[in-house]
């Protein structure tokens, strides 16, 4: 029982922190993921430089961190929203890995990481959860039950 209550627990945070980062992103004025994705690298740098496509990938980010927010909170279609929710957070990772390219750790904004930092944790956590089904036990999934 302890464990279900955290794995619920933790499911439910990743969940609120999901959809409130989209919910964050509705409401700033004007965001866009173009500053994000400039300072990263290859595809994602491109994308920047693509209207459409940037376009496409500010509703994507919104609407995707809010809806599988949502889904994670509530127990429901729970292992599809951790695996989703797992790609999503990898592909911030894979835009700006936290990886040493100068020789020594500088301090970032999150202060100083080296190869693992809080969104591939959030991805690793979200496979995790999609292995279990905390969704069956205490979340929506319980009215999909054959």
């Known amino acids: 029982m302890p464990q279900l209550i955290l794995l619920v627990t933790l499911r439910f945070a990743i969940g609120w922190h999901l959809f409130y980062q989209g919910f964050g992103k509705v409401v700033a004025v004007e965001w866009s993921s173009a500053g994000f994705l400039r300072a990263s690298w290859g595809l994602f740098a ?7 496509l940037l376009a496409i990938a500010d509703i994507v980010v919104i609407w995707g961190l809010m809806i599988l927010g949502v889904l994670l909170m509530v127990g429901l279609f729970t292992r599809i929203a951790a695996l989703l929710g797992g790609f999503l957070v990898l592909l911030f990772y894979l835009a700006l890995p936290p990886l040493d390219y100068t020789g020594f750790v500088t301090p970032g904004p999150q ?11 959030e991805v690793l956590a979200l496979w995790v959860l999609a292995a279990l089904p905390t969704g069956r036990m205490i979340g929506l999934d319980i009215i999909r039950r054959r």
């Open 46 to 52: 491109w994308i920047a430089n693509q209207p459409v």
């Open 111 to 121: 202060g100083t990481e080296l190869w693992v930092d809080k969104n591939l944790i």
